[in-house]
């Protein structure tokens, strides 16, 4: 109950002294009813009470699966109570990005990735440090109020860009990516595939030149030109 009860403590603005985000105490970038669901949850009382910047990680890497709330009761899942404990705690940028770059656990790196879109308030840095992930395609499992869903890495953190609400939280105000660039905080991105589909371009620039010299070749019914000596007669006669 005490953990309960230091958590109560750090959501009363008359008494918090800690970090602030955005002006304000980092847990409150949750909704209350979410909040009140997750300290009176067993996973935050049981799994959260102690933790530290190093600690956590140990819990993270138990993860086996993202989400927000879910079931009748909406109860919030470990990813969601982990989330509120790193807002909590508010590592050093040094430490968020230890737990992304983390290759060998991918729901290490979802969460951080969530975390930096709650908590990091530099626009441009938010998309510099998430975009190299839109390259990871690997599989995530995600609860939802209704069961269970699978997404990727990838979706994931093109989600956590382009969408305001994800895992049963209103995220902060994030300027488009164009309109950044027009500001030159941001460079143009290069896409992952920008190579592939070159070659695409490149590929149906020789098939429209293939289309017109089979055109006037006087093509037959399968495409290919017709060879000497076919004609509608010979056709007729197979």
């Known amino acids: 109950m005490a953990h309960a009860?230091?958590?109560k403590k750090a959501l009363d603005s008359r008494g918090y002294t800690g970090s602030l985000i955005r002006g304000d105490n980092p847990l409150k970038l949750f909704e209350k009813p979410v909040r009140d669901r997750i300290i009176?949850?067993?996973?935050?009382?049981e799994q959260c009470f102690g933790l530290n910047a190093a600690t956590l990680l140990d819990r993270a890497i138990e993860l086996t699966f993202i989400g927000g709330t879910y079931g009748v009761s909406q109860r919030p899942t470990p990813f969601l109570c982990l989330a509120f404990k790193?807002?909590?705690?508010t590592p050093d940028k040094e430490v968020i990005l230890f737990y992304l770059q983390q290759e060998e656990f991918k729901y290490l790196r979802a969460l951080a990735?969530?975390?930096i879109?709650?908590?990091?308030e530099k626009d441009a840095e938010v998309y510099e440090t998430l975009e190299p992930y839109l390259a990871?395609?690997?599989?995530?499992?995600r609860r939802t109020r209704e069961g269970w869903t699978l997404t990727h890495v990838d979706e994931f953190?093109?989600?956590?860009?382009?969408?305001?609400?994800?895992?049963?939280?209103?995220?902060?105000?994030?300027?488009?990516?164009?309109m950044l660039e027009d500001e030159d905080k941001l460079e143009p991105r290069i896409s992952a595939l920008g190579e592939e589909l070159e070659e695409l371009d490149a590929d149906d620039d020789g098939s429209e030149g293939e289309v017109v010299e089979v055109a006037n070749g006087h093509a037959n019914g399968n495409g290919h030109p017709e060879e000497d000596g076919d004609n509608d007669a010979d056709m007729d006669a197979d």
Do not use: H
């Not at 009176?40 to 009382?45: A, M, V």
């Not at 990871?136 to 499992?141: E, I, N, P, V, Y």
């Not at 209103?170 to 164009?178: A, D, F, I």
């Open 157 to 178: 953190v093109d989600d956590l860009l382009i969408k305001g609400r994800i895992c049963a939280t209103t995220l902060p105000k994030l300027n488009p990516r164009v």
């Open 113 to 115: 990735a969530f975390y």
């Open 5 to 7: 009860a230091d958590a």
């Open 40 to 45: 009176e949850s067993y996973y935050w009382k």
């Open 136 to 141: 990871d395609s690997r599989k995530l499992r």
């Open 117 to 120: 879109r709650l908590a990091w």
């Open 86 to 89: 790193m807002l909590q705690l």
